[in-house]
């Protein structure tokens, strides 16, 4: 089963708006990733938060983490039209040398 | 640098064969793995490796074998080819093992068995 479930499945926005995207986990971890892919691509790595952190920033990307909540968020601020793409959270379930995803948010931004 | 090579993109397979599929990393990475992807889901992993002779079962590792016989490479073989392995396979490979470093991933392999 998948450690992560994003949260919506699919995402439609006009430029220039904000995009939020959850994800919910299982078990136990060290560390949560965020991914983006461009359809039919390989993954692109966004960024990493650790256990021990709340929030990371990466240019217009935030990402918090709520481990007692078991829930994390990535928040693409100012969106272009380029940021249409699948975005996937990653986990390592049970802190494990396993990285399992979750089943992705489809973002769409209308120019 | 490369990163990480899929080969071959592409490949059409009928019910029963077998094959491998090539993934190789010039990263110097030890943390290897291979994800399958299905249409319109999340990548779900079949087996990963954290170092040279050391592989491990990932969530769907059924009909599928891998070896880990250099830092480099790390091919999956399908050992007898049906319909439900139809997908995109990804080999992906990081510097440190789990969550720790990002992953690097392949272009994927776009596997069909008829």
């Known amino acids: 089963s998948q450690q992560g479930e994003e949260d919506p499945q699919a995402l439609s926005i006009q430029e220039g708006e904000n995009a939020t995207m959850n994800c919910s986990y299982k078990t136990s971890i060290n560390n949560l990733q965020w991914y983006r892919q461009n359809s039919g691509r390989g993954l692109v790595h966004l960024i990493l938060i650790r256990s021990n952190e709340r929030e990371k920033h990466s240019g217009r990307l935030r990402v918090t983490l709520d481990t007692s909540k078991k829930s994390s968020s990535l928040l693409i601020t100012a969106s272009r039209a380029a940021d249409t793409a699948s975005y996937f959270c990653a986990t390592d379930e049970d802190s494990s040398y396993k990285l399992i995803f979750g089943s992705g948010t489809r973002l769409l931004v209308r120019p | 640098n490369a990163g990480v090579t899929q080969t071959p993109k592409f490949q059409v397979l009928k019910t029963g064969q077998s094959m491998t599929l090539q993934c190789a990393q010039d990263?110097?990475?030890?943390?290897m793995s291979w994800y399958r992807q299905d249409p319109g889901m999340g990548l779900r992993l079949i087996h990963y490796?954290?170092?040279?002779?050391?592989?491990d079962q990932g969530e769907v590792p059924n009909g599928y074998n891998v070896s880990r016989s250099t830092t480099e490479d790390f091919p999956l073989r399908l050992l007898s080819a049906a319909p439900s392995q139809t997908s995109v396979y990804f080999c992906?490979?990081?510097?440190?093992?789990?969550?720790?470093?990002?992953?690097?991933f392949g272009n994927g392999t776009r596997l069909t068995v008829t």
């Open positions: 990263m110097n990475h030890e943390y």
């Open positions: 992906a490979s990081s510097k440190y093992q789990g969550a720790s470093s990002p992953l690097h």
């Open positions: 490796s954290v170092g040279a002779g050391i592989t």
